[in-house]
């Protein structure tokens, strides 16, 4: 029961993260300066980035439902933390801002953190760690999409 719980909230903080990222970068990806940009030939169509990371938020949930049940360290709980800011403020950075190279740099760093807890924690979750492998993925693409607006434009 408190790991259902835990899943809960885990999913009602990331898709809160979701919401303010959402709203925080305008029109994002339908804006007239995004839809202008020299964009790299792997950027997936638009549709691809709901489902991506409505698939994403939910396996990271249960990811870090099951992290806080095995370790609720101060670790744990400031890397969830920066995450969080990361993935929200990249939205505002980019899209909303049009600075893609402070883009560029959020992202990696969301990229690295992702990395941490997948890394850092697999002795721990063992196969459970498959649950932020999607995340760290989507990041790894994200971020690349990112250079590229940044690098041909």
Not at 56 to 73: D, N, Q, V
Request: glycine letters at 6%; proline letters at 4%; charged letters at 5%.
């Amino acid at each position: 029961m408190k790991l259902i719980k835990l899943i809960i909230v885990f999913l009602i903080i990331n898709f809160a993260a979701l919401g303010i990222g959402s709203w925080l970068m305008d029109n994002g990806p339908q804006s007239e300066w995004y839809t202008a940009l020299n964009q790299a030939p792997w950027t997936p169509p638009g549709w691809v980035f709901g489902a991506a990371w409505t698939t994403i938020m939910i396996c990271f949930s249960i990811y870090m439902a099951y992290l806080y049940l095995k370790l609720p360290s101060t670790k744990v709980k400031i890397l969830f933390l920066i995450q969080f800011i990361l993935n929200v403020i990249w939205n505002y950075i980019f899209f909303n801002q049009h600075v893609v190279g402070l883009g560029l740099a959020v992202i990696t760093a969301l990229t690295i953190v992702v990395g941490i807890f997948l890394m850092a924690f697999k002795n721990d979750l063992k196969a459970k760690t498959l649950l932020i492998l999607p995340y760290f993925v989507w990041l790894c693409i994200a971020t690349s999409l990112n250079a590229y607006i940044l690098l041909n434009n």
